[in-house]
């Protein structure tokens, strides 16, 4: 997104204007934001019940158990043994489905041509999307410096967040190159305003927002959400590190990093997209500048790679990732955004 301001000069090119993938509810669907290769600024919808499944391959694995049972007779008279054998076999059948995505998706927010502008039809440089339990979008339009509601099938969003016309600033009614945003099941949005190194929470229908008790923020992009208790975790991008908000505490509390930026098994390189993992009660992370996904379980002292190399090296490869910028799950595996290698990579 060259055309837009730089974030936070501690960051490494956190706007990326690539794909962001996102799987939405029950129904496995996939959204996928910003620019088709790089170039359009619209929102792609893929519905799994439809157009996602482009082709389902069966594998199966059969395990087969024996079972011997054994019986004795003797007959004293002669002074001989017979011993008759029996073997049952029980055959289990493991059955796996491999999906493939469709290819090609509907435009559902933004200019299907891919241009950009300050018009409610319109988009700059989106970075991430949040879905309501009414399934209606929350845009972080980055390059207007604001979020739109966009309520699926509408030809136009709504401003939630910040000024109609795209216009920046510090004040409480403004936003300045919004990167994440996430809203909670009252509908009041939490949003990641990372030139302002801040975070504001905006109540349905407010004029301005609050920023949250979260200080000495550096770039902070990437937001999510634990669902049932409503804490909030936000990469501190510039800080390598990120921080959890239970709402209405004095402060935020550093849960992941914070060791300055590296590759040991500590640190973290530029945290940019999360996921709360309610499961396994773990945050999964984008970890930008070491070109890696990693889990990070809280309370640990350590993270676990789940993709790229541990080392952080990038590269294209299968093996490999390049500056991943954000990661989420569906709802039967794990999918995760490679930004500069313009892939999904699912299913580890």
């Given amino acids: 997104m060259s055309a837009s301001p730089a974030v936070a000069s501690k960051i490494a090119s956190p706007w990326k204007p690539l794909p962001l993938v996102v799987a939405v509810g029950v129904s496995s669907s996939l959204i996928i934001i910003g620019m088709s290769l790089g170039l359009g600024l619209g929102i792609g919808l893929h519905n799994s019940n439809e157009n996602l499944i482009d082709a389902i391959t069966t594998s199966t694995t059969t395990v087969t158990t024996a079972t011997i049972t054994i019986s004795t007779s003797t007959t004293s008279s002669t002074s001989t043994t017979s011993t008759t054998s029996t073997i049952s076999t029980t055959t289990t059948v493991a059955t796996r489905c491999l999906l493939q995505w469709n290819t090609t998706g509907a435009t559902v927010a933004g200019d299907a041509s891919g241009a950009a502008g300050t018009t409610l039809n319109r988009l700059s440089n989106p970075n991430d999307i949040s879905l309501d339990s009414n399934n209606t979008l929350y845009i972080a339009d980055t390059g207007n410096n604001r ?3 966009w309520v699926i099938g509408a030809t136009s969003g709504t401003v939630v967040a910040g000024q109609a016309n795209a216009a920046s600033g510090v004040a409480a009614n403004q936003l300045n190159a919004p990167q994440g945003v996430v809203v909670d099941t009252s509908s009041n949005i939490y949003v990641a305003d ?20 979260i200080t000495g923020l550096s ?10 208790t409503g804490t909030l975790y936000i990469s ?3 800080n390598h590190r990120v921080m959890q908000y239970v709402l209405g505490a004095a ?28 499961t396994t009660n773990s945050l999964v992370i984008a970890n930008s500048g070491s070109h890696n996904i990693v889990r990070w379980v809280l309370g640990a002292t350590v993270r676990t790679v789940l993709a790229g190399s541990s080392a952080g090296t990038a590269g294209s490869t299968p093996a490999l990732l390049n500056t991943p910028y954000d990661v989420t799950f569906d709802s039967s595996g794990n999918i995760q955004r490679d930004t500069s290698n313009l892939r999904f990579i699912g299913d580890f």
């Avoid at 801040?198 to 349905?204: E, G, K, L, N, Y």
């Fill in 219 to 228: 770039g902070p992009t990437g937001i999510t959400r634990d669902n049932n």
């Fill in 236 to 238: 501190d991008t510039g």
């Fill in 194 to 213: 990372t030139n302002n190194n801040r975070v504001q929470s905006w109540p349905t229908l407010a004029v301005q927002g609050t920023s949250l008790s």
């Fill in 147 to 149: 979020v739109l509601q």
């Fill in 251 to 278: 402060a935020g509390v550093s849960v992941a990093g914070g060791n300055l930026a590296g590759n040991a098994n500590n640190q973290l390189n530029n945290p940019a997209g999360l996921y709360f993992d309610s």
